[in-house]
């Protein structure tokens, strides 16, 4: 195949779901794992639709022999794969006082591990294409979260596990960066703030020195730029697009 191959996790909602679109748009053909078979397929063909080419991957990011079998299925029809976007994730709020192990457990194998299996399995086909690898961690990924504690380990983990690849696999010609959101409007933030007190509610909104919270395209045209040509020496690059609230204390007058 001649035209880019991308590969997109978490592809069926929010921040994957506007970046599977913007591949789609700039010609690609997309691979769209996500843990629900019918969300996929509805997916992939509203890309149809739009002049894309989406293939639906059921898999759960928690579980490596599925993820192995996604990237194989994909490289399978495409012979090739350019562009890797590990975008699924989850998150719950609790202190370490509050939560179980099973729960840190399983927010590690999908956030931790995922992101791990993503590349493991990708990577051979990025290294013959000399592609890109790009994970979203958080602006949890940079700082503390007050009552995140499992995500925001999982995240910080995500930025040093990415950094490595670019030592890893620059040499090699393939370029990995990471990609830090502030608050971002897709399910998983609307779920976080319907679950906050109003004072919460009003903290976050207060603490964006642009007054606002992100949109999904927002940061998927941040991913076309990074896995494009425009970005050629950009390698474990950790880009925050939040707002500005990572940058310093700050509270809206
Ligand atoms: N929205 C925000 O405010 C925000 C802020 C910082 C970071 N992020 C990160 O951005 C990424 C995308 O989140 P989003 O906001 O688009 O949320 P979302 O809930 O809309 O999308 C997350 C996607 O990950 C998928 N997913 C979760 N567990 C999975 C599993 N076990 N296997 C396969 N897929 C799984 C979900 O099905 C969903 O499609 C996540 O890694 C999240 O941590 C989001």
């Not at 794992?33 to 059921?58: H, Q, Y």
């Not at 890109?132 to 040093?160: E, L, N, R, W």
């Not at 971002?184 to 779920?191: I, L, Y």
């Amino acid at each position: 195949m001649d035209r880019e191959c991308a590969l997109v996790t978490g592809a069926t909602s929010g921040i994957g779901w506007a970046t599977a679109c913007a591949l789609a748009q700039r010609g690609a053909v997309v691979g769209l794992l996500g843990r629900r078979r019918e969300k996929a397929e509805g997916l992939a063909a509203i890309l149809r639709e739009i002049g894309g080419e989406g293939i639906p991957l059921p898999a759960d990011i928690g579980e490596p022999r599925q993820v192995e079998a996604a990237v194989a299925k994909l490289v399978a029809i495409t012979g090739r794969l350019d562009t890797v976007v590990a975008s699924a994730g989850m998150a719950f709020a609790g202190s370490i006082m509050d939560i179980t192990e099973e729960q840190w457990s399983r927010l590690m194998r999908v956030n931790l591990d995922g992101t791990f299996y993503t590349a493991r399995f990708t990577m051979p086909h990025l290294l013959k294409s000399k592609g890109t690898f790009t994970a979203i961690s958080s602006d949890a990924g940079v700082q503390g979260a007050p009552g995140y504690a499992a995500y925001c380990a999982s995240k910080h983990g995500v930025i040093g596990f990415v950094r490595t690849l670019a030592l890893d696999h620059g040499p090699q010609g393939v370029r990995s960066n990471v990609i830090c959101p502030g608050m971002v409007e897709t399910p998983m933030s609307d779920e976080a703030m319907a679950s906050y007190s109003e004072a919460e509610r009003t903290f976050y909104r207060s603490n964006v020195p642009l007054g606002r919270f992100g949109k999904p395209n927002e940061v998927a045209k941040a991913i076309l730029h990074l896995t494009s040509e425009d970005a050629s020496y950009s390698n474990g690059m950790v880009y925050s697009i939040d707002g500005g609230s990572t940058a310093g204390y700050f509270f809206a007058s």
